[in-house]
Nanobody
Framework: QVQLVESGGGLVQPGGSLRLSCAAS????????MSWYRQAPGKEREFVAV??????NYADSVKGRFTISRDNAKNTVYLQMNSLKPEDTAMYYC??????????WGQGTQVTVSS
């Protein structure tokens, strides 16, 4: 059974940090393009970061603040988020996508940046 489980969200003050985790099971995540997306209330889901075969890419809004990485031995992808801003508040989702287009989503983890 394919499953993605996100964790690590929570409430943090502006300027703070969080590390999100996406644990994959039922498939080998290293063979997939792994991405993070987020969705704020009343807004569409938007791309945050992607990692594929060692290369990474980020949305302009998070460049220099967020870092995506993977631990293939743990079948897990991470999103290190630093210098968090209130506008980073959203539900964060992990996506796994195969080269033929098959995709899986996790259930999301809430990140709230507020003083």
């Amino acid at each position: 059974q394919v499953q993605l489980v996100e964790s690590g969200g929570g409430l943090v003050q502006p300027g703070g940090s969080l590390r999100l985790s996406c644990a994959a099971s039922g498939f080998t995540s290293s063979r997939y393009i792994m991405s993070w997306y987020r969705q704020a209330p009343g807004k569409e889901r938007e791309f945050v970061a992607v990692i594929s075969s060692g290369s990474t890419n980020y949305a302009d809004s998070v460049k220099g603040r967020f870092t995506i990485s993977r631990d293939n031995a743990k079948n897990t992808v991470y999103l290190q988020m630093n210098s968090l801003k209130p506008e980073d508040t959203a539900m964060y989702y992990c996506q796994a996508r195969s080269v033929i287009g098959t995709s899986y989503w996790g259930q999301g983890t809430q990140v709230t940046v507020s003083s």
